[in-house]
C-alpha cells in the first residue's frame, strides 16, 4: 500500500482512488474541538462547469506541504469527515476540484495567478466521479486563479480556468470546458493532515 501526504492527495487530486483515515485523537492544536479544521471549522466552495456539466457547492479546504514546498486548496462534496471513510462512501460518487501552487514558500499571498496545465506553477484538476470506474476528469489548459484574501488559517477568492474534460469511459475524445467559482478554504497545520492511504 502507498501513502500520501494530504497536500499530496489535493496536488494529485486522487481523491478517486484512495482510502482516507484520520484520527482525532491526535489532533492537538485545534482549539480543543477535535478532529481537522479546528474544532469544526469548514470552508467553503462552489464549481461550475460550462456547457451542461453542471456545478457543486461543497466544503473548502487547503494545506502546505513544506517539504514538497506545494500548497493545495481543494473544494469537494461533502465534509471533511467524510474523509474518515474515503470520498463517495460506498457508491464512489462524488465530485472534488483541487488548485495546485507548486515551489511556494507558504499560503500564496493575495494577487492574480496564471494558470497553466499540470507541467506549471499553478494548475488544476477536477473529478466528478459517477462510480468507481465511471468518471470524468478535467486537466487545465489556461486561466487565472484571484486570491482575494490570504493568513494563516485562510485563504480564498475566484477562478476562471479553461481545461480539457475527459471521460474515462472514452478517453481518446476531449471537450474544451470552462471552470469557475470561488473558494473559501480552511488552511489545515501540518500536524493535523489526515493519513491517506492509496492501494
Do not use: H, K
Not at 478535467?138 to 484574501?149: F, I, P, Y
Not at 488559517?153 to 469557475?180: C, H, K, M, Q, Y
Amino acid at each position: 500500500m502507498r501513502s500520501f501526504s494530504f497536500p499530496t492527495l489535493l496536488t494529485l487530486a486522487l481523491a478517486a482512488l484512495v482510502f482516507v483515515g484520520c484520527d482525532s485523537s491526535d489532533d492537538t492544536d485545534d482549539g480543543g474541538g477535535g478532529g481537522i479544521g479546528g474544532g469544526g471549522t469548514q470552508g467553503s466552495g462552489s464549481v461550475s462547469v460550462s456547457g451542461n456539466n453542471g456545478s457543486f457547492s461543497g466544503s473548502g479546504y487547503a494545506g502546505f506541504d513544506s517539504t514538497e514546498n506545494t500548497f493545495g486548496i481543494a473544494v469537494f462534496d461533502g465534509s471533511i469527515n467524510d474523509l474518515a471513510s474515503g470520498l463517495g462512501g460506498s457508491t464512489g460518487a462524488f465530485e472534488y476540484f483541487a488548485i495546485v501552487f507548486e515551489n511556494v514558500a507558504g499560503v500564496p499571498g493575495e494577487g492574480t495567478y496564471t494558470v497553466g496545465d499540470e507541467t506549471s506553477d499553478v494548475f488544476i484538476v477536477y473529478f466528478d466521479s459517477v462510480s468507481e470506474t465511471s468518471f470524468r476528469v478535467v486537466t487545465s489548459t489556461g486561466g487565472t486563479v484571484e486570491v482575494t484574501g490570504s493568513s494563516g488559517s485562510n485563504i480564498r477568492g475566484t477562478f476562471s480556468v479553461t481545461g480539457d474534460l475527459i471521460d474515462i469511459s472514452d478517453p481518446t475524445s476531449s471537450e474544451a470546458v470552462t471552470l469557475t467559482g470561488n473558494f473559501n478554504a480552511v488552511v489545515l497545520d501540518e500536524d493535523d493532515f489526515p493519513d491517506v492511504g492509496g492501494v
